[in-house]
């Protein structure tokens, strides 16, 4: 997000909704500045124009923050992500922390299964590098005898740095959104300079502990 774009969130977030000519002033800017800034931040989602009705003559239009918007700027979960994850890996019993793990993978499938399309498993596994890369995770897949998800990129780095309990949560998410097994075949943890997932074999190899 631009900077002026910034700018016109926290005015509203702080004002609510505001006219051209009041954001052009709390601003210090144009009213074409003002305009094009809405425009953008409108097509972002993260803007709506409303109807403010007068006692006298015709409606007016201000604009305001919407649920989206508000959330911008409280987007904190990295940190809680890096605690909880510290929580878990504190758990003794390997039991217990294996299965928190599985139900970790399966929520993470459950959140993204109805955006991925395909039957085969290379059809499927493509439309998950497809959305990864939407999330700008660097990651392609070769369609060979068995199709191969490489990624580039870690979506969960900070994690994956301190426990590789994480790429068992990651291949298990996979699998389950493939539909087949998945093993992890090449690991960053392990000095490779990508991650490879593996579909079609049996889940055993580097890095797929979930103990």
């Known amino acids: 997000m631009r900077s002026s774009d910034a700018a016109v969130i926290e005015l509203l977030r702080v004002e609510d909704a505001l006219g051209i000519g009041a954001l052009a002033a709390g ?39 919407t649920a989206t918007g ?3 700027g409280g987007d904190n979960f990295k940190d809680l992500a890096l605690v909880l994850w510290r929580e878990i890996r504190g758990i003794r019993n390997s039991e217990v922390r ?36 939407e999330r ?5 897949v070769e369609q060979g005898l068995l199709p191969v998800l490489t990624s580039r990129s870690c979506p969960y780095p900070d994690l994956a740095e301190e426990d590789r309990g994480i790429c068992a949560a990651e291949r298990l998410m996979l699998q389950k959104l493939v539909g087949s097994p ?9 000095g490779q300079s990508v991650c490879r997932f593996v579909a079609g074999e049996t889940p055993t190899g580097t890095c797929t502990s979930e103990s």
Do not use: F, W
């Open 27 to 65: 601003l210090g800017v144009t009213a074409t500045a003002v305009r094009q800034r809405l425009d953008r931040l409108m097509r972002s989602g993260l803007v709506e124009r409303v109807t403010v009705a007068k006692p006298r003559g015709r409606p007016s239009h201000a604009y305001s923050l």
């Open 70 to 72: 508000h959330r911008i």
């Open 98 to 133: 294996s299965g928190l793990i599985s139900r970790i993978g399966t929520a993470l499938a459950d959140s993204c299964q109805d955006r991925v399309t395909g039957t085969a498993p290379g059809e499927r596994l493509e439309s998950v590098a497809e959305m990864l890369r």
């Open 136 to 140: 700008n995770i660097s990651c392609s």
């Open 182 to 190: 998945v093993r992890l075949a090449d690991c960053r943890l392990d």
